[in-house]
Nanobody, 115 residues
Framework: QLVESGGGLVPAGGSLRLSCAAS????????MTWYRQVPGKDRELVAQ????????TYADSVQGRFTISRDNAKNTLYLQMNSLKPEDTAQYYC??????????RGQGTQVTVSS
């Protein structure tokens, strides 16, 4: 199970920290990903982190503003979002892929950035 939290309404330029609590699998074994989606648009990979946290990847649109991290002892994934823009408004999901046809996604947390 993946349960996201930390979303909300924030003015442009503000910050939020999203969390994703994992359970039911060995969290430290897997690369973790944050996606976001706006209704009517394709989902966008926001950030990804390897199982040990030694390598991260970001979408160009968030590079330098967002930071993905994880605490394997707490089975928790994070996304620190700074300098938020109205175009960051979306539903944010954490995601894990166990195998090519087997993955898990949380219910999502809404982030709304006002201009």
């Amino acid at each position: 199970q993946l349960v996201e939290s930390g979303g909300g309404l924030v003015p442009a330029g503000g910050s939020l920290r999203l969390s994703c609590a994992a359970s039911g699998f060995t969290f430290s074994f897997y690369t973790m990903t944050w996606y976001r989606q706006v209704p009517g648009k394709d989902r966008e990979l926001v950030a990804q982190i390897t199982r040990t946290g030694d390598s991260t990847t970001y979408a160009d649109s968030v590079q330098g503003r967002f930071t993905i991290s994880r605490d394997n002892a707490k089975n928790t994934l994070y996304l620190q979002m700074n300098s938020l823009k109205p175009e960051d408004t979306a539903q944010y999901y954490c995601y894990v892929q166990f195998a090519p046809e087997y993955h898990l996604r949380g219910q999502g947390t809404q982030v709304t950035v006002s201009s």
